[in-house]
């Protein structure tokens, strides 16, 4: 593994553009269909993001220069940087270069999915505990599950279109299948017992059950002393991206704590156990612990 910092630390801001500047022109840039979607849409195109590119295409040259990297792969909204990359190659040394990219994967409704979108997960354990990464493919849209299990799993494609076929809450079964593949290839398989008891307690019967492989959120007791939110708590436990967010999940009677519903948008923990239990709707629960 490479880390670009290698190159990138020593640069002089003023001598690169002199240096590389030139190469590339805005009349190129605003041609990429990326950047015309966003002007289309009116969407805010920042300075940082033409920068992103040059340096994108750098990198390509320097991976060629230092490794002899022939081949760049990307997600097809990479295409532009990429061909960037190629051009500065060949005019700075006279090489071919190649790219290659391949779909974004999106979801039914249109969504990206990868590491900037909201949402998205981490593989390291210790960034996302296994029962959390277990829960994302557990609570795939229904309309996805089938694609799913093709993309990320490595089962039969006939076992497959038979748990595509499945309707109505039967597809449930089919969702517990795809997470259970998704998390045995990173995990190991010995992770699978202690989520499915925990998963068991929590989707089937409702009570506290094993709340070992939950995530948590340490919060100091001097937090919880002052008035801790439960808004910010559940923007914490990623139950919520944005505080608005909990407030509206609040208001719809989808919070709980240990158990109990919270209506109030300004609730604060209380200060009277070490531990509690927070749910978010259903299928989402966390640990926060008094520190």
Known sequence: MVNNDEWLRELNYLEFLREYGPAFTINRMMSYESVKVRLEREQPLTFLEFNYMILQAYDFLELHRRHQC???????DQWGNIVNGIDLTRKKEQNQVFGLTAPLITTSDGKKMGKS???????NADKLPAYDYWQFWRNTNDADVERF???FTELPLDEVATLGALEGAEINSAKVVLADECTRMLHGPEVLEGIKQTAATVFEKGAGGDASDLPRLEVPKAEVEAGKPLIDVLVGLSMAKSKSEARRLIQGGGARLDGEKVTEIDFTLPDSAAEFR???GKKKHGIVEVV
């Open 149 to 151: 299990l093709k993309l």
């Open 278 to 280: 927070v749910s978010a």
């Open 117 to 123: 979108a909201a949402g998205a997960v981490w593989l």
């Open 70 to 76: 022939q081949l760049q792969f990307g997600g097809s």
